[in-house]
T-cell receptor
Framework: AQSVSQHNHHVILSEAASLELGCNYS??????LFWYVQYPGQHLQLLLK??????LVKGIKGFEAEFIKSKFSFNLRKPSVQWSDTAEYFC????????????FGEGTQLTVNP | ETGVTQTPRHLVMGMTNKKSLKCEQH?????MYWYKQSAKKPLELMFV???????ENNSVPSRFSPECPNSSHLFLHLHTLQPEDSALYLC???????????????FGPGTRLTVL
């Protein structure tokens, strides 16, 4: 069974639309959560991460994510997307008892039309 | 960003060839990783090295052979690959905080491998 799930495989939006990409994980216990982005032709870059504390995490380029423990979710949001946000977005998780072993979701391809 | 570099960026090889992928990190990290990124599949962790010692082999076939001569360099030696091994191979590095899930990984641009 997939341990990290991203239910939306391809999302298409117009510029200025709001974005929410889903990420759910199936581990119990303490987890650390990450969102990475891969722009066309570029390497994976860290957008934001959550380890502890305030469950609403702000990252680069206006992105934020909210950790909801009861829902095992870590959804990525942006209030107003731009054409330059077109990329593939990956959610990833490490578990407290597995060190730095990152488990990735399948990825969501976001296309923003001008 | 040039923190983690990979060469070559593209590689085409036959099934009987032997080739190597190279990764170098300039971040002062102590842990390095190989991942495989295939179309429509999640990134798959292949190998983990921490302070030059292999700490994880995720059931990778022996036709993939990693080498980590020092904390800054990581190689993936390839021999007698199969067409299904065609993928993007990503290298990553992290500080190497063993057992700590907050050890953030930084990725290279990848090598696009095609096996004919």
């Amino acid at each position: 069974a997939q341990s990290v799930s991203q239910h939306n495989h391809h999302v298409i939006l117009s510029e200025a639309a709001s974005l929410e990409l889903g990420c759910n994980y199936s581990y119990g216990g303490t987890v650390n959560l990450f969102w990475y982005v891969q722009y066309p032709g570029q390497h994976l870059q860290l957008l934001l991460k959550y380890f502890s504390g305030d469950p609403l995490v702000k990252g680069i380029k206006g992105f934020e994510a909210e950790f909801i423990k009861s829902k095992f979710s870590f959804n990525l949001r942006k209030p107003s997307v731009q054409w330059s946000d077109t990329a593939e977005y990956f959610c990833a998780v490490t578990r407290s008892n597995s060190g730095s072993r990152l488990t990735f979701g399948e990825g969501t391809q976001l296309t923003v039309n001008p | 960003e040039t923190g983690v570099t990979q060469t070559p960026r593209h590689l085409v090889m036959g099934m009987t060839n032997k080739k190597s992928l190279k990764c170098e990190q300039h971040l002062g990290h102590n842990a390095m990783y190989w991942y495989k990124q295939s179309a429509k599949k999640p990134l798959e962790l292949m190998f983990v090295y921490n302070f030059k010692e292999q700490t994880e082999n995720n059931s990778v076939p022996s036709r993939f052979s990693p080498e980590c001569p020092n904390s800054s360099h990581l190689f993936l030696h390839l021999h007698t690959l199969q067409p299904e091994d065609s993928a993007l191979y990503l290298c990553a590095s992290s500080q190497g905080l063993a057992g700590v899930g907050t050890d953030t990984q930084y990725f290279g641009p990848g090598t696009r491998l095609t096996v004919l």
